[in-house]
């Protein structure tokens, strides 16, 4: 079974919806060899990384970094298991190089927010 990746797919909203996005800061996410360049899913890339860069800015990052997108998959997630929850939440992501700290905007609270 050939199954095509539309990477195109992965975000479905406009740049202005990035405002209405949680920013949490983490420490630490080491791996990030399953991150994805926004430029490679939306022709207007620039958008979304400027509104992202100053949601960043303005809960503190330092602005050193590359903001990527980070896939969580559905089965990361507490509660009831629902046809429409199948593909897990993609946030927008950043590691501060100055001292390792990810900077997370996310659509939904996140289950290491409910956590500590």
Same mark, same amino acid.
């Given at each position: 079974?050939?199954r095509?990746?539309?990477?195109? %797919?992965?975000?479905?909203?406009?740049? #202005?919806?990035? %405002?209405?996005?949680?920013?949490?800061?983490? #420490?630490?996410?080491?791996?990030?060899?399953?991150?994805?360049? *926004?430029? $490679?899913?939306?022709?207007? /890339?620039?958008?979304?990384l /400027?509104? /992202?860069?100053?949601? =960043? $800015? #303005? /809960?503190?990052?330092?602005?050193?970094?590359?903001?990527?997108?980070?896939?969580? *998959? *559905?089965?990361? =997630?507490?509660?009831p298991?629902?046809?429409?929850?199948?593909?897990?939440?993609?946030?927008?992501?950043?590691?501060?190089?100055?001292?390792?700290?990810?900077?997370?905007?996310? *659509?939904?609270?996140?289950?290491?927010?409910?956590? =500590?």
């Amino acid at each position: 079974m050939n199954r095509e990746r539309d990477r195109t %797919k992965i975000i479905d909203y406009s740049p #202005e919806i990035l %405002k209405t996005f949680q920013v949490i800061m983490y #420490e630490w996410i080491d791996n990030l060899c399953f991150t994805i360049d *926004p430029g $490679e899913c939306l022709t207007n /890339a620039q958008d979304y990384l /400027a509104i /992202a860069t100053e949601m =960043f $800015e #303005e /809960a503190g990052w330092n602005g050193d970094g590359v903001i990527e997108l980070m896939w969580i *998959p *559905p089965f990361m =997630f507490n509660g009831p298991r629902t046809k429409d929850f199948t593909v897990g939440v993609t946030v927008w992501h950043v590691k501060q190089r100055s001292d390792g700290f990810s900077w997370i905007l996310s *659509p939904i609270e996140l289950p290491c927010q409910t956590e =500590f």
